[in-house]
């Protein structure tokens, strides 16, 4: 059955509406449902966009991690505003959020690198995300290197890779819907609470 949104129905805090839809979509859709794209932009306004994962998510914000050197970290590092994006098509639904970012603690950033496959923490040292590369084969040697110079458990977080967070300022949640007449729902954060409109499709 549709979902039929009101204003009335909605949850008061667009965390619990991201919760609860998240959770409905990792049901159905257990591949990649972290999937989050992630739009950035330099400091002269130029755009881009790619997917990350999503890690984690609290009251604080929505987590991923990343190199801090690659394209999307240095437009972070010029203009900490970002704008994240949620698809889920079997739903048909899409969330929005918008908001400033900030890196992580290192504690935090250590803590997660620690849970990751051994392989993924070579690759984080192997690859200078972003810069441009003679051919795959220097990729290859790199990562070689690196599981040279760090044994299996002794792979220390390398300085320039990390999670960031994005606290947000505004969510839109929106719902596909027959005639193309779909429900959109827009929370602004206002000082500790937040106002819900209804915006038109
Ligand atoms: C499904 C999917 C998940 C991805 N997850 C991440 C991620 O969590 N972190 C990351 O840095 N790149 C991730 N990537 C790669 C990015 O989309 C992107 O290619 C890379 O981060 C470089 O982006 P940039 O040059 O804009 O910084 C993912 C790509 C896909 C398709």
Do not use: C
């Not at 992630?38 to 190199?67: H, I, M, Q, W």
């Not at 790199?142 to 994005?166: A, L, N």
């Amino acid at each position: 059955m549709d979902l039929i949104l009101n204003k009335k129905s909605l949850p008061a805090d667009p965390f619990k509406l991201f919760e609860d839809w998240y959770a409905e979509y990792s049901a159905t859709q257990p591949k990649e449902p972290s999937a989050m794209i992630v739009a950035t932009a330099s400091k002269e306004g130029k755009p881009s966009v790619r997917t990350v994962l999503l890690k984690s998510y609290d009251k604080n914000g929505f987590v991923f991690f990343t190199n801090y050197e690659s394209h999307k970290g240095q437009n972070l590092e010029e203009n900490k505003w970002m704008q994240s994006l949620f698809y889920w098509d079997s739903l048909a639904r899409q969330i929005r959020i918008l908001g400033k970012v900030e890196k992580i603690s290192s504690a935090e950033s250590d803590d997660y690198f620690l849970t990751r496959e051994y392989l993924s923490q070579i690759g984080a040292w192997a690859s200078a995300q972003s810069k441009k590369i003679q051919d795959r084969e220097f990729l290859v040697k790199q990562f070689e290197f690196f599981k040279k110079k760090y044994p299996e458990g002794h792979v220390p977080r390398p300085p320039h890779w990390g999670g960031f967070r994005i606290a947000p300022v505004s969510f839109e949640f929106w719902v596909g819907r027959e005639n193309r007449l779909h429900d959109r729902f827009l929370y602004e954060k206002n000082s500790e609470a937040w106002t819900i409109s209804r915006l038109a499709p």
